[in-house]
């Protein structure tokens, strides 16, 4: 085991957030219970706002940026976990108030940790990573507050080419419901039909400024956007149907009314991936090892190295990033 290895950290240069590879010590790494040898991370949205500084993700620095990890215990002073277990991490605060996973290793706290499920492995776990696992939780609560049934209606699903809306697809077409796709990219069509899409909306129309309450079209949707997209979901969703909500890719704002939840009984369940109890993440992985295509998991995923990470970035906060981007952080 190396003493020393290289790690993208984000500091403050000038009062603005920086990021940067540099090289780290086992000694700089948190004192919690488990060590973890990293395998693969991942490229969220988030961590392109961390990398590139267009947002203050980390709220301490010097910080190692990443949110996800699939790994192998190396080191363990917790009863639950031993040295060789393949384990996954998604959250907790990985680099925002705690060290991330853009590093060869990582020490973690032991009730953060996952099995691997049997069904992926490690590479494929990243395919996923915190996009994927997010998606599953939309799916789960949507299924839980008994606003969706397979065949009964349209689901939406807003930024469908991304991360979240690629697995949110899958998972959704594998149930049998059918889906609507929210894009601006009409060249991404045949890749979300792949996944299993029958229709399609511009984004540009849920992006325009609508009533409060309007044709009702959708029975239920995942929204990664949020603002005016979000809003209109919302006026548009059928009596009794909801919308679950997980990113704010278009804003943080909602510019919308109550009518859509006082006289349609709309619900809008908000999804946070990164604090979710335990019950929840083990509820949602194991939805993703039953009903997740591994075939149309390959598809909408690439495998990077550690070093393009700043353009890969860019990439994804400038909108060129389809589907999943698994990190080889040995790379």
């Not at 009964?152 to 059918?178: D, F, N, P």
């Not at 039909?193 to 399609?200: I, K, R, V, W």
């Not at 059928?238 to 278009?250: F, K, Q, S």
Request: charge should be neutral; aromatic fraction near 6%; proline fraction near 5%.
């Amino acid at each position: 085991m190396v003493e020393t290895f290289r790690a993208m950290v984000i500091d403050t240069v000038d009062g603005k957030p920086a990021a940067g590879f540099r090289e780290v010590s086992l000694k700089d790494l948190p004192d919690n219970d488990v060590l973890v040898e990293i395998a693969y991370s991942t490229l969220n949205y988030k961590d392109g706002l961390a990398i590139t500084g267009k947002g203050r993700i980390a709220r301490r620095t010097p910080l190692i940026a990443g949110i996800d990890i699939s790994g192998t215990v190396v080191e363990s002073r917790s009863a639950e976990w031993k040295p060789g277990d393949k384990v996954i991490v998604n959250g907790w605060g990985l680099s925002e108030t705690e060290p991330g996973a853009y590093g060869r290793y990582q020490r973690v706290k032991a009730e953060w940790l996952i099995p691997l499920p049997d069904a992926f492995s490690l590479q494929q776990a990243m395919a996923i990573g915190t996009a994927g696992y997010t998606s599953a939780l939309c799916v789960d609560a949507l299924e839980k507050w008994g606003a969706i049934k397979p065949g009964e209606g349209e689901v939406l699903v807003t930024g469908a080419a991304g991360g979240v809306g690629s697995v949110a697809i899958a998972l959704l077409s594998a149930r049998g419901y059918k889906v609507t796709a929210s894009t601006g990219r009409p060249e991404t069509h045949p890749y979300l039909e792949s996944l299993g899409a029958t229709n399609f909306i511009d984004r540009a129309e849920l992006q325009q400024k609508g009533g409060p309450l309007q044709k009702e079209r959708w029975t239920g949707g995942v929204d990664s956007v949020g603002s005016t997209t979000l809003a209109n979901a919302l006026a548009q969703t059928a009596r009794g149907g909801a919308i679950a909500a997980c990113g704010l890719a278009g804003g943080a704002d909602l510019p919308g009314t109550v009518l859509p939840h006082i006289l349609r009984s709309v619900a809008l369940i908000g999804v946070d991936s990164v604090m979710a109890p335990k019950e929840q993440r083990l509820s949602a992985w194991s939805r993703l090892a039953r009903d997740l295509d591994k075939t149309k998991l390959d598809a909408i995923t690439t495998v990077e190295p550690m070093s393009k990470l700043p353009e890969l970035a860019q990439a994804i906060i400038d909108g060129q990033i389809r589907g999943r981007v698994v990190i080889d952080v040995t790379a």
